[in-house]
C-alpha cells in the first residue's frame, strides 16, 4: 500500500463516486472514491487480504458452457479444466477474433464480459450506476483502444456519463500531485516490473512556469527482465544477482545529475529479495515504498479532478506523452476587433482534443492557422487552400471547421462549405488536411 495525501487539498472534488480501473495485457485492478472519502481504496479478491491483482483472463469450461474470469480462471486452466482466453484488450483493440472450443467469439464482448464480471466485485460497495466517473488507465493509448473499451463499456449499459481513458504516466502523475508535497518537491521515480522488462516512470516539475509545467518520462530497460524461477535455489540465486546488477546499473543511469526523493516499486517482478544492492542506491536519502495499487488509484484521482475543474491540479498542466505540445488557434474578427479563436489547447491528451465552430473567409479560399509551441520554439502559420471553392466576395463563405488529432503530433482540420444563405448557396463541397505540430 502507498501512503496519502490527506488534509484540505485531498477533500475537494468529494461530491461524486468516482472507480479507477488499470488494465494491462496481463492484471486488472479496480480502485474507487466514495463521496467525502478523502483518498482511494482498492478492491481485493479475498476479503482481507491486499489481492489487488486480477488476472486479465477469462477461461471457459471444457465440461460445461461456464465462463470463469480472473483468479477463479487461471486455477481452473492450471487444472486442465478450461480453457484460456487472454490479451483480451489487445484482441478487442485489433479485431482479432477468438476461438475457443472449436466456437468464434467476438473479441469485443469478450472483453465486456470480463469488465462485467470483474466489475461486481465493487458492485457491493458501490454500484457502477452511481458512478460520477469511470477512468480507465492503460499502458499505451491508441485510438483502437480507446475505441474497444468505449465499446466494451456500452455493451454494460452503465448510466455512467463520464467515461475516460488514460495512460499510465497521466495517471502517476495525478496519484503523485496528491501525495503530501514533502514527497514530489523533487523528481519522483516508478520503476514498475509488471511485464517482462523494467519500465521508469520519471516525474519532474518546472516550478519557475505558471501554471507549473510537469513531466512523465518513460523508458523500457530490456537489460532488467524478470526472472524465471527455476526451483533450482543455485540457479535462482545467480539470476538474482545478475538482475540485481542490471537494475542497479538502471538506477544508476536514471537517477544520474536528478535530485529524486521518492521511489515507488511496483509488479510482480520486484516479490522476492533478489535487489538487495539495489536497495542501497534506493535508499541513499530517499523513501522508497512498494506496492501495486498506483496507477488505479491516480485514475480515482484523475476521475475526481475531471468533475470538478479547479482542484488539486489547477495550479500544474500536465505535458506527458500523450498530451498536446502546442496551442492552435487562428486569428479572427469579432464584431470588427482583431481577435484569437482557440482551437486546440496544450496540456489536453491529443486523443480528446477536438474543436467545432463555424467562420466566414476573410480572404477568396484561405485561410491560416496559428502553432505556438509550448516549448519555446518559434510561433508558426500553416496556410490552408480551399481548391475547387466558387469565387464570392470576402466575408460571404461560411466554412464549417472541425479540428482534432490523430496522432499525438498530427492535427487534423476538415471544412466544408456552407454558403452564405440564399446569396450563396452552400456546394457542401468537403476538405480534409493535415499537419504536423
Given amino acids: ?42 478492491i481485493s479478491q479475498v476479503a482481507g487480504e491486499e489481492e489487488f491483482l486480477i488476472p486479465a483472463m477469462l477461461a471457459k469450461r471444457t465440461d ?65 450506476d452511481r458512478l460520477g466517473a469511470f477512468v480507465f488507465t492503460v499502458e499505451e493509448v491508441t485510438i483502437p483502444v480507446m475505441h474497444a473499451l468505449r465499446q466494451a463499456a456500452a455493451m454494460l449499459e452503465l448510466k455512467t456519463p463520464q467515461i475516460f481513458v488514460i495512460g499510465r504516466g497521466e495517471s502517476f502523475f495525478y496519484y503523485n500531485i496528491c501525495q503530501p508535497e514533502e514527497l514530489w518537491l523533487r523528481d519522483v521515480l516508478v520503476c514498475d516490473f509488471s511485464a517482462r522488462h523494467l519500465k521508469t516512470l520519471l516525474f519532474t516539475a518546472n516550478r519557475r512556469t505558471t501554471p507549473v509545467a510537469s513531466f512523465v518520462e518513460e523508458k523500457e530497460w530490456e537489460e532488467a527482465e524478470r526472472i524465471d524461477y527455476t526451483g533450482d535455489e543455485t540457479e535462482d540465486h545467480r539470476s538474482g544477482m545478475k538482475l540485481d546488477r542490471n537494475f542497479s546499473f538502471v538506477l544508476e543511469t536514471v537517477l544520474e545529475g536528478r535530485q529524486v526523493t521518492t521511489v515507488y516499486l511496483i509488479g510482480e517482478g520486484f516479490e522476492g529479495e533478489w535487489y538487495q544492492e539495489s536497495l542501497k542506491i534506493l535508499c541513499q536519502d530517499r523513501r522508497v515504498f512498494l506496492g501495486n495499487n498506483l496507477y488505479s488509484k491516480g485514475a480515482c484521482y484523475a476521475g475526481r479532478e475531471r468533475l470538478t475543474k479547479g482542484g488539486i491540479s489547477k495550479g500544474y498542466a500536465f505535458l506527458g506523452k500523450d498530451m498536446l505540445k502546442a496551442n492552435v488557434g487562428m486569428h479572427v474578427v469579432r464584431r470588427g476587433t482583431d481577435a484569437y479563436l482557440a482551437l486546440l489547447d496544450a496540456g489536453v491528451n491529443w486523443y480528446e482534443a477536438r474543436k467545432e465552430c463555424d467562420f466566414l473567409l476573410e480572404e477568396r479560399n484561405t485561410f491560416s492557422l496559428r502553432i505556438t509551441p509550448l516549448d519555446g520554439k518559434e510561433v508558426r502559420e500553416v496556410l490552408v487552400t480551399l481548391t475547387g471553392l466558387p469565387a464570392r466576395p470576402a466575408r460571404t463563405t461560411r466554412i464549417h471547421l472541425q479540428v482534432d488529432m490523430t496522432d499525438v503530433k498530427t492535427v487534423r482540420i476538415s471544412m466544408e462549405d456552407m454558403g452564405f444563405g440564399e446569396f450563396f448557396p452552400a456546394t457542401h463541397k468537403f476538405w480534409e488536411e493535415t499537419f504536423q505540430i
Fill in 1 to 42: 500500500m502507498f501512503l496519502e495525501r490527506k488534509g484540505n487539498d485531498a477533500k475537494q472534488n468529494m461530491g461524486q463516486a468516482v472507480a479507477g480501473y488499470d488494465l494491462s495485457g496481463q492484471t486488472a485492478q479496480i480502485s474507487y472514491c466514495l463521496p467525502g472519502a478523502d483518498k482511494p481504496e482498492t
Fill in 64 to 128: 460445461r458452457d461456464l465462463w470463469l474470469y480472473g483468479r477463479e480462471a487461471a486455477q481452473s486452466v492450471e487444472r486442465g479444466e478450461a480453457e484460456p482466453v487472454t490479451d483480451l484488450l489487445k484482441n478487442a483493440a485489433y479485431a482479432t477474433a477468438v476461438e475457443v472450443l472449436g466456437e468464434s467469439y467476438d473479441p469485443v464482448a469478450l472483453l465486456s464480459l470480463f469488465l462485467k464480471r470483474t466489475l461486481s466485485l465493487l458492485t457491493p460497495i458501490l454500484h457502477p
